[in-house]
Antibody, heavy 118, light 107 residues
Framework: EVQLLESGGGFIQPGESLRLSCAAS????????MSWVRQAPGKGLEWVSS????????PYVDSVKGRFTISRDNSKNTVFLQMNSLRVEDTAVYYC???????????WGQGTLVTVSS | EIVLTQSPATLSLSPGERASLSCRAS??????LSWYQQKPGQAPRLLIF???NRATGIPARFSGSGSGTDFTLTISSLESEDFAVYYC?????????FGGGTKVEIK
């Protein structure tokens, strides 16, 4: 059974940093592209970033470029999202998801809430 | 950026009725389209991938069609558990994008 378990969310002030983690199990993590997708309160889904299986390709949505960094540790079956210079508009539930462009996003974690507010 | 436009925004139907949800892409995405169902407080669930392929465990009442720029998700006979929000998603080009969603509500 595929499981994706996010952690690291919380309440944070504008300008601060946060690191999200996603522990994966139930599939061959080291050959799978992974993604982060967010959902602001009451809004739709927004793709944030993806990472190829070998970390060589890491695209981002324009609104987070230069502030967010996606990475992975295949030895620990974990993908990360380092979020710096957080803004109020980054407030959302952040979902870890299996898949990206080469394979459809087929499994989602339950999400972790990030609240940015002064 | 490929923009996905879903219509209608809200669909009010009764159990047993047929639902047709539309997703239109701003440029051709071949068949690189998925459909997801999301219920309140839950993560999205994959229903259809590559425009017309049902995901594992998805009931046969869900079907997808289309290619290029016009896509449809059809629910042949609505069950009570099908009332939810549905999103389309393209993985043809970066940035990956999602449609704005269609809410299927009980009439």
């Amino acid at each position: 059974e595929v499981q994706l378990l996010e952690s690291g969310g919380g309440f944070i002030q504008p300008g601060e940093s946060l690191r999200l983690s996603c522990a994966a199990s139930g599939f061959t993590f080291s050959t799978s592209g992974m993604s982060w997708v967010r959902q602001a309160p009451g809004k739709g889904l927004e793709w944030v970033s993806s990472i190829s299986y070998n970390s060589e390709f890491t695209p981002y949505v324009d609104s987070v470029k230069g502030r967010f960094t996606i990475s992975r540790d295949n030895s620990k079956n974990t993908v990360f999202l380092q979020m710096n210079s957080l803004r109020v508009e980054d407030t959302a539930v952040y979902y870890c998801a299996k898949g990206a462009m080469s394979r459809p996003i087929d499994y989602w974690g339950q999400g972790t809430l990030v609240t940015v507010s002064s | 950026e490929i923009v996905l436009t879903q219509s209608p925004a809200t669909l009010s139907l009764s159990p047993g009725e047929r639902a047709s949800l539309s997703c239109r892409a701003s440029q051709s995405i071949s068949s690189s389209l998925s459909w997801y169902q999301q219920k309140p407080g839950q993560a999205p669930r994959l229903l259809i991938f590559d425009a017309s392929n049902r995901a594992t465990g998805i009931p046969a009442r869900f079907s997808g069609s289309g290619s290029g720029t016009d896509f449809t998700l059809t629910i042949s006979s609505l069950e009570s558990e099908d009332f939810a929000v549905y999103y389309c998603h393209q993985r043809s080009d970066w940035p990956l994008t999602f449609g704005g969603g269609t809410k299927v509500e009980i009439k």
